[in-house]
C-alpha cells in the first residue's frame, strides 16, 4: 500500500522534479522557441524566452534552400524499410527460439547479442569498399541493408522477450485444432504478439532514424537521412541559429513523438530483456 | 518439448537470420583483418602488397594512438560517472509521488529520442558558442569572461553533451528498476529503524546493483564508438585532443584513405569492445536462465 | 471410432529415459483416467498420444492405423489443456470455430456447429465475449466447446481442472462424466487427483516413473491394488500399512487395512494405541492413532461422531477380510 503523502512534501518534491525536469528538456525547447525567431533575435543579447515576433519563415527556408523534404522522406524510408525487413527475418527467428528451444538456443542468442557488440568502426572499411565497388554507396536500398543488420540482434530479442511470454499451450491447442505451422504463426502468435511486435517496430524506428555512423558514412546526396542533413550545418556559413533549430526541430519531433509513445518497453529493448 | 517436425521447422525458420547475422559478420570481420596486414591506399590504388605486422606496429606506437585511447576511456569514464550517479539521484526524485509524473518522466526522457548530429550542434552553437550561445551571455551576465567550450575543453564538452543524450536512459532504467523494488521490504525496513540514508545504502542500492551493472556495460558498448558527436563539433582537434578512437580510426581510412592502418586500427577496437562485450553477455546470459 | 493402442512405446529427453517401454489398449469409448503423482509420466504419455512429442521408440495406432508419423493436427484427436489455452484475441465463437475454419469447413456449417456446441455448454450468451471477460469454468467450458466441434475421434484432457476452485470441480466434473454419457466417445484424462480418477473413470492407469502400475476399473483397484504403490495411491485417506510383527503374524512383509475398515473400542480389540489428533467431519470422524512401532499414525474412519480426546487409550480391529497382504517385493500376496 503506498502512503498517503504529507502535501507540503510532495509540493516540495513536485517543484524540485519540475525544475529538474524543465532543466534537462530545455535544450529541446530552447531549439523549438528559436525556430520561430528571426536569425537577428536567435542571436539577440539578452535572449528573449517567449516575447518576440514568431515566424514560420526558417522552416519554409529550410525547406527551399536544401530540400528538406527529401531528407526526411529518405529518413522514413530507410528506418522503416530497416525495421520491417527486420522484423519479417525476425519474427520466425524469435517463433523458433521462444517456442522449439534447443541445446543451442541460448548460445545462438547470446551469439546474435555479441555481433551488436562489434564496433562498426571495426567493418567501416570493407563495406565502405563492398558499397562503393557494388554501387550500393550513397544508396537508400544501401543504408536499408545494414541498418537491418545492425539492428536485427535487437529486434529477434526483442521478439524473443516477448514471446516468451505466451504460453506454449496456447500454440500447442492450434495445433491440435489442425493449424499448419503458417496459420499457428498467422493466427495465433502474431495477433498475440501485436503489443510485443509494435514495441519492438517503434524502438527500432527510433533507432534506425538516430542512427549516424553509417548514415553519416555512407551516404553523400542522394540517400542522406536527416542525420546527414543535419551534419551539413556544421560548417555554417552567416546567420543560421534559427534555420539550424527549425531544421533540428522537424527531425526530431516526429521521433520524440514516437519516442513517448514507447518509453515503456524501451528499457526492455535497450537492456536486452535483463530489466523490465 | 517438441517433435522433430516442429525441429525441423525451427531450424528452417531460424536460418535466414542466422545466415545474414553470419554474412555480415564474418565477410566484412575477414576483409578487415586481412586488409589490417596489407599496404594498402586507396589513393594509389593497385600498390596493394603483404605488410607483414607493420600497420600494427605504426598504429600501436601512434602517439595519435594513445591520445586517442587515453580520450576513449575519458569519453566512456566520463559519460558513465555523470550519467550514472546524476541517474540515481533522478530515479530517487522521480520515485516520490509528486503532481504532473507523466510530464516530468517525459520531459526527462526526451534527450534520449534527439539524434547525435542535433543534439551536438544544438549545445555546440546555442549553448557553448563563445559569442553567441546561452552560456556565453549568462556569463556576461554574471560579469564573467565567457568561456570557449570547444576550444578549451573539447572533450569535456564533448563528455557534457554525450552525458546529456545518455542521461535518460540511465534514469529510465534505474526508475524502472526502483519502482520494481517491493514497497514491503522498505517498510520491514522502516519499521526495523532505518533510516532514509540505511534504507538506500542496504535496501536499494543492492537492489540497483544489477541494473546499474546493466547501464554500464550498455552504454559502454555505445560510448566506445561515439562518433556523429564529434565530428559535427571538432572534428577530434584541435590536435587529437578529443579524438576517440573511432574517430582516429575513420580519419585513417576516409580521411586519409590508409585501408591497411585504419584496419589495423579497427582491429584493435574490436578487441577492445569484446572485452567489454564479455561482461555484459554473462550479465544477459545469467538472466536468460532466470 | 476411437481406439488407440501403444504398442512398446518408450520416450527419452537426451539420456532422460521418462517412459520405459510401455503397452497400453484403449478401446472406442472408454473414459480412461491417466492417474499417479506429479512428474510419474502421465503428460508426457498424453503429449505422446497427441503427436505434440515424439516417441522415442515404439508404435502409436490410433482406430488400426498407424499414427505414430502422424503430425497433430491429422490424428483426429482433441485436447483439452491445464491452462485451457484459449486464444485471447479471438471471441469464444471463433475460439470454439477455430479447428472448423483450420480444417476449411464453410462458414454456415462453421456457425450451426458452433451453435449447438455453446447449448449443450451453456455458452450461448457468452459468443462474443473475449476469453478474458470469462470466470474459470466458463473458460473451462470453452476449451471443452473448442474440442467438441470437431467430433474428434477422441479427447484428449490434461489435469483440466486443477485451475479451478473446489466447488466449481466437483461440478464440472459431472458435466464432463454427463458429456461422456451422452458423445460415448473415448475421452483420456490425465490427473494427480485420485478422486477424479476414482469417480470419472471406466478404467485407471496407474502410473508411476513412466510404468504402468495397474490397469483396471476403480472398484478392481480399490479392492485388489496390485502392489502397496496402487494400495497408498488408491483411496483417501490413504491406506495404512504395519510392518514387523503385525505382518509377521499374516505372513507377509507388509500389511495394509484401509482407514474405513479399522474399528474402534475403548475396551477391548486387536492393537492398543494412544489418539492423536481426532478431526470431526459431522459425517465421519477421523482418528489418528499412535501405536508402538507404528511410524506413522494409523488412521481410522468412523462413521458418525465419535467422542474421543487426545491422549485417550483406544483398541483398533481390522475387518479380516480387508487385510492387504504385500510380500518383500511390495507385491500383492493373493
Known amino acids: 500500500m503506498a502512503r498517503a503523502v504529507s502535501t507540503r512534501r510532495k509540493a516540495l518534491v513536485t517543484i524540485c522534479a519540475w525544475a529538474v525536469g524543465i532543466a534537462i528538456f530545455f535544450p529541446i525547447l530552447w531549439t523549438v522557441l528559436t525556430s520561430f525567431k528571426t536569425e537577428a533575435e536567435a542571436i539577440a543579447s539578452p535572449p528573449s524566452f517567449l516575447f518576440f515576433d514568431w515566424t514560420l519563415e526558417n522552416y519554409s527556408t529550410v525547406q527551399e534552400r536544401s530540400d528538406y523534404f527529401r531528407h526526411f522522406s529518405n529518413s522514413v524510408i530507410i528506418s522503416f524499410g530497416s ?24 548460445d545462438v542468442l547470446m551469439w546474435m547479442l555479441s555481433t551488436k557488440m562489434l564496433p562498426p568502426v571495426g567493418v567501416l572499411i570493407p563495406i565502405y569498399l563492398l558499397f562503393r565497388d557494388t554501387g550500393l554507396l550513397d544508396t537508400r536500398i544501401g543504408l536499408v541493408m545494414v541498418l537491418t543488420l545492425i539492428n536485427l540482434p535487437i529486434i529477434v530479442w526483442m521478439l524473443f522477450t516477448y514471446f516468451r511470454e505466451i504460453p506454449g499451450e496456447i500454440l500447442e491447442a492450434a495445433r491440435m485444432d489442425g493449424a499448419e505451422l503458417w496459420s499457428e504463426i498467422v493466427y495465433v502468435l502474431t495477433p498475440m504478439a501485436v503489443p510485443g511486435i509494435a514495441s519492438t517496430l517503434l524502438l527500432n524506428i527510433i533507432l534506425s532514424w538516430n542512427e549516424a555512423f553509417w548514415t553519416l558514412n555512407l551516404t553523400a546526396v542522394d540517400a542522406a537521412p536527416l542525420t546527414a542533413f543535419i551534419a551539413s550545418y556544421s560548417s555554417p556559413e552567416g546567420l543560421f541559429y534559427a534555420k539550424l533549430s527549425a531544421a533540428s526541430t522537424m527531425a526530431i519531433a516526429p521521433i520524440l513523438i514516437i519516442g513517448w509513445f514507447s518509453q515503456k518497453q524501451l528499457v526492455r529493448g535497450l537492456t536486452f530483456g535483463a530489466v523490465k | 518439448m517438441a517433435t522433430q517436425h516442429s525441429r525441423a521447422a525451427a531450424r528452417l525458420m531460424i536460418s535466414p537470420a542466422v545466415l545474414l547475422l553470419l554474412g555480415w559478420m564474418i565477410i566484412p570481420l575477414s576483409m578487415t583483418l586481412y586488409f589490417s596486414f596489407l599496404r594498402y591506399n586507396l589513393l594509389i590504388p593497385g600498390m596493394e602488397e ?14 595519435a594512438f594513445f591520445a586517442a585511447l587515453k580520450n576513449t576511456l ?100 534505474l526508475l524502472t528498476a526502483l519502482q520494481s523494488l517491493d514497497s ?83 582491429v584493435v577496437a574490436i578487441i577492445l569492445a569484446n572485452i567489454v562485450a564479455i561482461f555484459l553477455m554473462r550479465m544477459i546470459g545469467k538472466n536468460l536462465e532466470a | ?57 515404439g508404435d502409436i495406432t490410433i ?18 489443456f491445464q491452462s485451457y489455452a484459449l486464444y485471447p484475441h479471438m471471441s469464444v465463437r471463433k475460439n470454439i470455430a477455430f479447428p472448423l475454419r483450420m480444417a476449411g469447413i464453410d462458414k454456415a456449417a462453421q456457425d450451426a456447429k458452433v451453435a449447438a456446441a455453446a447449448k449443450v455448454l451453456n455458452l450461448t450468451d457468452y459468443l462474443d465475449r473475449r476469453p478474458g471477460q470469462l470466470s474459470g469454468g466458463q473458460r473451462q467450458r470453452v476449451a471443452i466447446g473448442r474440442a467438441i466441434v470437431r467430433e474428434p475421434a477422441a479427447f484428449l484432457f490434461d489435469e483440466p481442472l486443477s485451475n479451478l476452485d473446489a466447488a466449481l470441480r466437483v461440478n464440472m466434473r459431472l458435466e464432463i462424466s454427463e458429456l461422456h454419457q451422452s458423445l460415448k466417445t473415448t475421452m483420456i484424462y490425465v490427473t494427480h487427483d485420485q478422486v477424479e480418477a476414482m469417480t470419472m473413470a471406466d478404467k485407471i492407469v496407474v502410473l508411476q516413473a513412466g510404468r504402468i502400475e495397474q490397469v483396471g476399473s476403480p472398484l478392481e483397484l480399490y479392492h485388489t491394488p496390485r502392489n502397496k504403490f496402487v494400495a497408498g495411491f488408491i483411496g483417501s485417506p490413504k491406506m495404512n500399512f504395519l510392518t514387523g510383527s503385525f ?88
Open chain 1, 83 to 106: 525495421t520491417l525487413l527486420g522484423l519479417l527475418i525476425a519474427i520466425p527467428a524469435a517463433w523458433s527460439m521462444a517456442f522449439v528451444p534447443g541445446k543451442r538456443t541460448k
Open chain 2, 50 to 63: 603483404w605488410a607483414g605486422w607493420t600497420n600494427y606496429e605504426f598504429f600501436l606506437t601512434d602517439p
Open chain 2, 74 to 173: 575519458l569519453l566512456v569514464g566520463g559519460v558513465l560517472l555523470i550519467t550514472i550517479i546524476g541517474g540515481v539521484l533522478l530515479a530517487l526524485l522521480l520515485d516520490q509521488p509528486f503532481w504532473g509524473q507523466g510530464i516530468v518522466r517525459i520531459l526527462v526522457i526526451a534527450p534520449f529520442f534527439v539524434m547525435p548530429t542535433v543534439s551536438a550542434l544544438v549545445w555546440k552553437n546555442m549553448f557553448m558558442n563563445p559569442v553567441n550561445g546561452l552560456f556565453a551571455y549568462f556569463a556576461k551576465f554574471l560579469g564573467l569572461e565567457p568561456f570557449d567550450f570547444l576550444s578549451h575543453a573539447p572533450l569535456f564538452s564533448i563528455i557534457l553533451i554525450v552525458a546529456w543524450q545518455w542521461l535518460p536512459f540511465a534514469t529510465l532504467i
Open chain 2, 184 to 266: 514491503e521490504q522498505l517498510e520491514a525496513a522502516e519499521m526495523d529503524g532505518a533510516n532514509f540514508l540505511n534504507r538506500f545504502v542496504f535496501i536499494m542500492v543492492p537492489h540497483l546493483a544489477r541494473s546499474i551493472t546493466v547501464v554500464i556495460l550498455i552504454q559502454t558498448i555505445f560510448l566506445l564508438s561515439v562518433f556523429a558527436e564529434i565530428l559535427v563539433t571538432t572534428n577530434g582537434g584541435p590536435g587529437y585532443a578529443s579524438t576517440n578512437l573511432t574517430y582516429l580510426i575513420y580519419a585513417q581510412s576516409l580521411l586519409q584513405f590508409d585501408v591497411g592502418g585504419g584496419s589495423a586500427g579497427g
Open chain 3, 1 to 57: 471410432m476411437g481406439q488407440i493402442t501403444l504398442n512398446q512405446i518408450t520416450k527419452s529427453f537426451g539420456d532422460v529415459q521418462v517412459i520405459p517401454p510401455l503397452d497400453l489398449q484403449i478401446d472406442d469409448g472408454e473414459f480412461v483416467v491417466f492417474v499417479g503423482p506429479s512428474g510419474c509420466g502421465k503428460s508426457t504419455l498424453l503429449r505422446l498420444i497427441a503427436g505434440l512429442e515424439d516417441v522415442s521408440s
Open chain 3, 63 to 80: 482406430d488400426g492405423k498407424n499414427a505414430t508419423e502422424v503430425p497433430p493436427a491429422k490424428r483426429g484427436l482433441a485436447m483439452v
Open chain 3, 247 to 334: 505382518a509377521d503374524e499374516f505372513d507377509a512383509a507388509t500389511i495394509g487395512v484401509r482407514p474405513e475398515h479399522l474399528t474402534v473400542s475403548q475396551s477391548d480389540g486387536k492393537w492398543v494405541g494412544k489418539v492423536g489428533v481426532s478431526e470431526h467431519l459431522g459425517s465421519d470422524t477421523f482418528l489418528y492413532v499412535d501405536m508402538d512401532g507404528v511410524d506413522e499414525p494409523i488412521t481410522v474412519r468412523s462413521s458418525g461422531e465419535i467422542g474421543f480426546r487426545h491422549g485417550d487409550i483406544v483398541h483398533l480391529t481390522p475387518a479380516p477380510d480387508k487385510i492387504h497382504r504385500f510380500d518383500n517385493q511390495d507385491l500383492r500376496i493373493a
